[in-house]
């Protein structure tokens, strides 16, 4: 296709062809609501693009069979929600830790356990950064639309690719469920990035050594270089190592490569509007709802600001500084107990007061809730 596309489309199948315009052609997973029409839909997809499906066992096997995938050189995604996501977590561990490039998306519901399996939330912000155990290297994004969600799709897949790291998108229910016009750019006009690959010969190859990059070149399974892959810490060779000071050195590099890159990495849209007293910090779906809040607001003669984390992890500690710097109040409005807003109070370090609007019911936070919360402070 040479032109652009403009169609209905939904949050999840925005999902599916976003992978598949980033490289993707590699898909295991299992079905779980919200997240289904993914797998459904790149079930008829990826065969069309000379890609594989597998509907694997479980969410364990699924993510293994991605981190499989990768490793034979194929960039691989899996999608999942609450619960599978929390079975995915020791193979999240084992993929971050042999820096194996992989897409995750999880289309958050609530919980905990089965929980509200058809409604929404945003209650695995904690669970994406810290789900599995151990200082790990992970980027997590959260859009807010269908066109982001496309967009962030195959920036997961360029980041993973290029940081050899896992990749991870939150979204919930209602982004994932929502149909809106989108236009699409032509296929081939999408900037892809592909993982550096060795040039050295095969005799001197170490499948961990990195230069002052912070990321080893990585072949493929049957390149023809030797690759041992494994979840215990190890050395540049890949082998395990009980070497103290070269655990030390592999583990401050797997984590410090994100913080060497993390300008590139941290992603944000910040709306100020002059005399502002108060700001929201906002993200995934409920940001939506705070867009409408600023209006409804601004209709009042009350002029507020919005910062929208489009990256949640790393954090964008050093953004809502600023931010906090310019106002007296901070709102934090989310689908959970208080999750970003506990990060945002730290980072905002005493800079401006604090305040979340929370809801946990399954329901989306109404505009009106985030607005009575402004008509207080102001």
Not at 347 to 371: L, M, Q, R, Y
Request: net charge negative.
């Amino acid at each position: 296709m040479s032109e652009n596309r403009t169609l209905m489309m939904q949050g999840n199948v925005a999902v599916a062809e976003g992978a598949i315009d980033a490289g993707c052609r590699f898909f295991a997973g299992y079905p779980i609501t919200p997240s289904s029409e993914i797998a459904e839909h790149l079930s008829r997809r990826l065969p069309e693009m000379g890609g594989k499906f597998l509907q694997m066992e479980d969410e364990i096997g699924a993510m293994g069979a991605v981190i499989g995938g990768s490793l034979g050189g194929v960039k691989s995604l899996t999608a999942t929600s609450g619960p599978g996501f929390s079975l995915k977590q020791e193979n999240i561990g084992y993929a971050s830790i042999a820096e194996v490039p992989v897409v995750i998306i999880n289309v958050m519901r609530g919980g905990p356990s089965t929980g509200l399996p058809t409604l929404p939330s945003q209650g695995d912000v904690m669970q994406a950064r810290w789900g599995t155990h151990g200082d790990h290297p992970i980027i997590v994004l959260t859009p807010a639309g269908v066109r982001e969600t496309y967009d962030m799709t195959i920036r997961a897949f360029n980041m993973s690719e290029k940081y050899r790291v896992p990749v991870v998108i939150l979204l919930d229910e209602i982004i994932g469920h929502v149909y809106e016009k989108v236009t699409l750019p032509p296929p081939h006009t999408i900037e892809t990035i592909e993982r550096k690959k060795p040039d050295e010969p095969l005799e001197k190859f170490r499948a961990y050594r990195a230069d002052e990059s912070m990321i080893p070149p990585m072949p493929a399974f049957g390149d023809g270089y030797r690759f041992h892959v494994t979840g215990l810490v190890h050395d540049e060779t890949g082998f395990p190592t009980n070497n103290t000071q070269k655990i030390e050195e592999m583990l401050l590099r797997i984590n410090g490569k994100l913080d060497h890159y993390r300008d590139e990495i941290v992603e944000v849209e910040e709306h100020i509007e002059e005399g502002s007293q108060i700001g929201l910090v906002t993200y995934g779906s409920s940001a939506r709802s705070s867009r409408n809040a600023m209006r409804m607001a601004k209709e009042q003669g009350i002029p507020v600001s919005m910062l929208r984390l489009k990256t949640i992890w790393p954090f964008a500690t050093e953004e809502i500084l600023a931010f906090a710097k310019k106002h007296k109040y901070l709102i934090v409005p989310e689908l959970n107990l208080g999750q970003v807003k506990h990060e945002v109070e730290h980072a905002a370090a005493c800079h401006s007061e604090i305040f979340g609007v929370n809801k946990i019911s399954g329901d989306p936070i109404p505009p009106t809730d985030i607005f009575n919360k402004i008509k207080e402070l102001s």
